[in-house]
T-cell receptor, first 116, second 118 residues
């Protein structure tokens, strides 16, 4: 596809359930970011991949959050034992360049997670 | 935590008027970017200004950067109803301050909600 694709678009989970959110970045993009956006707030950084390597996971709020990008393309963000405070929009973004360069990020439309 | 603050938090204007949004940040940066987000959608990149630039234009957009004051402004001229959206500034750290490497991680402000009335 032409842009970053995220699925599902909406996810409702009961507290304690595990969820998996998928991101298909733009083909050939080296960098992939996950952000969390609470209602009425700006996106907050979660984690960064350069190809398949997770170079920064400093923004993951707890060890219940786990992300992977095993083949350097599609990425999955997994949240275990979801809590109500996990309710947010999860945004994925990619860019063609990696370390040492700064270029605009291309965002997907996000997955809105609601934990009940 | 978020790097910067934006003001105003909300701005309501009539079509044809200009809209100005401001952003302040805290650390030394490599560049500053502005993004737009329509309701329920992802963010769309508008413009990037590097730390050694003071002003940049793109169509109806004008961005200024004052690194001594750690602030930036986004001006949208001759606004249209289609400009209604949230606008976010985002900063990329200075590589020297990021341990010698920078991979383009952006830190976002809290955004300005712009409403343009037809």
């Amino acid at each position: 596809g032409a842009g970053v694709s995220q699925s599902p678009r909406y996810k409702v989970a009961k507290r304690g359930q595990d969820v998996a959110l998928r991101c298909d970045p733009i083909s050939g993009h080296v960098s992939l970011f996950w952000y969390q956006q609470a209602l009425g707030q700006g996106p907050e950084f979660l984690t960064y991949f350069q190809n398949e390597a997770q170079l920064d996971k400093s923004g993951l709020p707890s060890d219940r959050f786990f992300a992977e990008r095993p083949e350097g393309s599609v990425s999955t963000l997994k949240i275990q034992r979801t809590q109500q405070e996990d309710s947010a929009v999860y945004l994925c973004a990619s860019s063609p360049t990696g370390t040492g360069n700064n270029s605009p990020l291309h965002f997907g439309n996000g997955t809105r997670l609601t934990v009940t | 935590s978020q790097q910067g603050e934006e003001d105003p938090q909300a701005l309501s204007i009539q079509e044809g008027e200009n809209a100005t949004m401001n952003c302040s940040y805290k650390t030394s940066i490599n560049n500053l970017q502005w993004y737009r987000q329509n309701s329920g959608r992802g963010l769309v990149h508008l413009i990037l200004i590097r730390s050694n630039e003071r002003e940049k234009h793109s169509g109806r957009l004008r961005v200024t950067l004052d690194t001594s004051k750690k602030s930036s402004s986004l001006l949208i001229t001759a606004s249209r109803a289609a400009d209604t959206a949230s606008y976010f500034c985002a900063t990329a750290l200075d590589p020297a301050g990021a341990g010698g490497t920078s991979y383009g991680k952006l830190t976002f402000g809290q955004g300005t909600i712009l409403t343009v009335h037809p």
